[in-house]
């Protein structure tokens, strides 16, 4: 490192953002991840031991991945890499691992190399990596807020241990936000700050586990607010209050908590929870969730999971549907909410959908089974000289409508898929149908 490089990092730790100067150094430092770093825990006790394998850190932004691997930099003897993917090509890859070969070769030094958003690297670019981390020439520590098993190279996640992280308790940001205020060395304690007990309330329960959110908060308002005639800069429920204007959800579009959410809407309305549906709902509207996106999954419940036993719920849902593209945000939320709720209430049956799924598995077990005879069109050009059609009985000239036939193929007479419950409307259906049987 020359002079200039010196000065440049040592600049850039001074004006680097609270959350970035606040990270700790040692095990003893890191806030919350109890669960991972308890003092009992397999993690804590390889970093101690300086016997790390290859690991990935999985969990939503702020709960300290780049912390985890920034600690492990400062207590291993190996070398200690960083990429990350959004920027990185191969070419740094090459060097790294050029680097590592030679550390490994002239001095018997291991190499780690973190990889900060790996679920970035495309397949080809993973696919280098793997044969290095095989033989051992690179200890690879991975950080990702997209599900490893969807995003990361099986090969990889087979030679890797996963580390999930969980959003921080209430408690651990509070404990955070107190030390950035008061902390001279690392935090904005030479500000000569005070913040109230209620301002840490509200921004350790606001930010919604995310230490980062919560950080960037306080640093604004320590920045911003002018000092008092005491001479501190008071840092009140209603500064805090403006430097958070709106809670934090964890809601990544493309990531796990976008299908848990979606998940959780769709079987609190199958469930015939309507106010669990509703809070769903509002979760993914507050998050910016698209409202045709929404509309499509309340259709889809509506008859996978309420079917004919209120054919209503349909109606309502398409109508919906239609509703919100017309209207669009602020007022579609109530539409939604009117769909939302009314599909949650309905009696449920889903004997359409089993009737699909079972008439769907009869037609790749038989085959292309032939129409019968009589119920082949008998219209077109010598249908009627091949017996197409003949001895077809139409039901409209018989009593209720109805009279018995063979419809389906050969084979397959008696079968049934549709089996309608006690369930609502699809009662009477039942009811109906069970009457013109025994009509027969």
Not at 66 to 78: M, N, P, Q, R, Y
Not at 148 to 166: D, H, M, Q, T
Not at 185 to 197: H, L, V
Not at 216 to 227: Q, Y
Request: proline share 4%.
């Amino acid at each position: 490192m020359d002079l200039f490089d010196y000065m440049r990092s040592n600049t850039m730790e001074k004006e680097a953002p609270l959350a970035s100067r606040l990270r700790p150094a040692t095990l003893d430092e890191v806030v919350g991840q109890k669960h991972i770093i308890g003092k009992d825990k397999l993690l804590y006790r390889a970093i101690k031991a300086d016997k790390l394998g290859s690991i990935i850190f999985y969990g939503p932004p702020g709960t300290g991945k780049t912390t985890l691997a920034k600690v492990i930099a400062g207590t291993t003897s190996a070398r200690f890499k960083q990429l990350n993917a959004t920027v990185a090509g191969k070419k740094d890859m090459e060097e790294v691992v050029q680097e590592a070969k030679d550390a490994l070769g002239m001095y018997g030094q291991k190499t780690i190399l973190f990889v900060d958003e790996i679920h970035r690297f495309n397949k080809s670019q993973q696919d280098y990596l793997l044969p290095f981390v095989e033989d051992g020439t690179l200890l690879l520590i991975g950080a990702t807020t997209e599900n490893p098993y969807f995003e990361v190279n099986g090969a990889l996640i087979s030679r890797s241990r996963i580390f999930e992280l969980k959003p921080l308790e209430k408690e651990d940001i509070y404990e955070l936000l107190k030390r950035a205020v008061y902390d001279k060395e690392k935090g904005m304690g030479s500000y000569r700050a005070d913040i109230s007990e209620d301002a840490l309330d509200f921004l350790a329960d606001m930010a919604g586990g995310d230490a980062r959110a919560a950080l960037n908060a306080v640093e604004l308002g320590v920045l911003t607010t002018e000092r008092s005639e005491d001479g501190l800069i008071h840092i009140t429920l209603d500064v805090a209050q403006e430097c958070i204007q709106k809670r934090a959800v964890r809601y990544d579009k493309g990531g796990d908590n976008h299908y848990d959410t979606i998940s959780a809407f769709i079987k609190s309305m199958r469930g015939s929870d309507p106010d669990a549906a509703v809070y769903y709902l509002a979760k993914m509207l507050y998050a910016g969730e698209d409202i045709k996106f929404i509309a499509r999954r309340i259709m889809i419940c509506a008859s996978e999971d309420v079917g004919n036993a209120d054919p209503q719920a349909l109606v309502v849902a398409v109508n919906a549907a239609q509703a919100v593209e017309r209207l669009g945000m602020p007022e579609a939320r109530i539409v939604l909410s009117q769909a939302v709720t009314y599909v949650a209430s309905a009696p449920k049956s889903n004997a359409a959908c089993m009737a699909i799924e079972e008439a769907e598995t009869a037609v790749r077990n038989t085959g292309a089974a032939p129409v019968p005879v009589h119920l082949q069109d008998r219209h077109y050009k010598g249908a009627e000289k091949l017996g197409r059609g003949l001895d077809y009985k139409y039901a409209h000239n018989y009593p209720n409508h109805y009279v018995k036939q063979q419809y389906l193929p050969d084979g397959l007479e008696g079968a049934s898929f549709y089996r309608p419950t006690e369930n609502g409307y699809e009662k009477k259906i039942g009811e109906w149908l069970r009457f013109l049987k025994e009509s027969e």
